[in-house]
């Protein structure tokens, strides 16, 4: 008899299992502390500075011990800071203090292709062969010059795809390309909103437009998770839907990059970029990331030239005669900023002490666990219509969404969000009505989850007050 495949479990009934053989609540802070004991990522969260609560400017310390660690669910936003960081720049620092323009060929890192030496690691995170991607920049600037290459319109074939509530800088992105081409963004900027009064896009409904309108399509550009609802999209499914009609489909990976399992190599993604400050913790304005699928290689090529795509062997020959770089290392214009290399390998090394999968894993369950407690404890109870409840915009389902919750509440969200602060509780507000709380599996443990609950409890209350 054939085995029958396991079945996975939901977060619900994984933590209503786990709390019943402990015989204690689901609710109680000893399924947390067991959490944290089973897991097995627990250990990664010593390898990050971790601000305490008095270490950040709103904490209030009569309503809380600032000696313990801050709840840091923003890493949406800014991820940690690795430890090893530090002493990164300082063996740079140093390096080009005692060894001056030495330091361009000497030492672990270096500085004239230190990034080359962590594209690997970069790869493993977002599902890519490591020549695939390049490490440079910032991501408006990578979104630019992969949409020059991969942006030529023709009178029938002009538009681009997009969601309607892109993230600022895409869309502008996305318009002043279409105007750099000579066409008018009301006629070539395709902007899908959710179906009206969802909040939501169903990748259904996506597919169809792509279906319908595919031929005037010339590039389809979502997000990989939408960075206000924390919907994660199909991405495999609006790829193979884009190549069916003949359109590019190319992603803004910033809120997935680090946060969701990603096969950009696999899925046959044409294109995409990302930053590597929010999950991937490099510090803000770290350097940017950009992948070209190995397919384009040789075809697909950078409208923009700089010496840093010039093959490396031949680079400091100074003739004018380009030797340009396959794929997307022949993009780089400029040497690179070696002190920010340093944090992202920082960071790196720690994603590569794991695997995205084992990641994602305990994200699935973080989140679950986020989701079960606020669920619990305040969702709208008709019996008690006064008390101050809390709705959670992003899918309940798993697979369509990364860590993050965004929530919405009966009370001003901003009040929330000071009253979150103040107890020193760490997570981003959103104009015009969200707070987008991220546990990320790297640094959080489920404890965090607890804690956040429970003084999530107190901040309502305090906001429902007069
Ligand atoms: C964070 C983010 C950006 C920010 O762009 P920068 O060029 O790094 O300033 C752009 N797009 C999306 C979708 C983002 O989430």
Known sequence: MADKPPVALSPREALEQLAAALGCSPTSADLAAELDRRDDLAHLRQRFLLPTVAD???SDLSLVDGSQDCIYFVGNSLGLQPKSTKKYLEEELEKWAKTGVHGHTQGSRPWAWAEENIED??????GAKPEEVALMNGLTVNLHLLLL???KPTATRHKILMEDNAFPSDHYA???????????PKDSMLCLSPRPGEEMLRTEDILEVIEQQGDCIAVVMFSGVQY???????MEAITRAGH???CYVGFDCAHAAGNVELKLHDWGVDFACWCSYKYVNSGAGGLAGAFIHEKHADVVRPALLGWWGHDLKTRFQMDHVMDLQPGVNGYRLSNQPVLLVCPLQASLEIFNMTSMEALRRKSILLTGYLEYLIQHYYTWDPSRPDKPHVTILTPSDPQQRGCQLSLSFSVPVSRVFQELERRGVVCDMRQPSVLRVAPVPLYNSFSDVHRFVELLGASLAA???K
Request: no cysteine; net charge positive.
């Open 56 to 58: 950040l400017p709103p």
């Open 121 to 126: 690691l970069m790869a493993n995170v977002v």
């Open 149 to 151: 290459s991969f942006y």
């Open 174 to 184: 996305v318009e002043s390309q279409i105007r750099l081409r000579g066409h008018d």
């Open 228 to 234: 206000y609802t924390g919907q994660l999209f199909n």
């Open 244 to 246: 069916k009609k003949g």
């Open 463 to 465: 906001s429902g007050q």
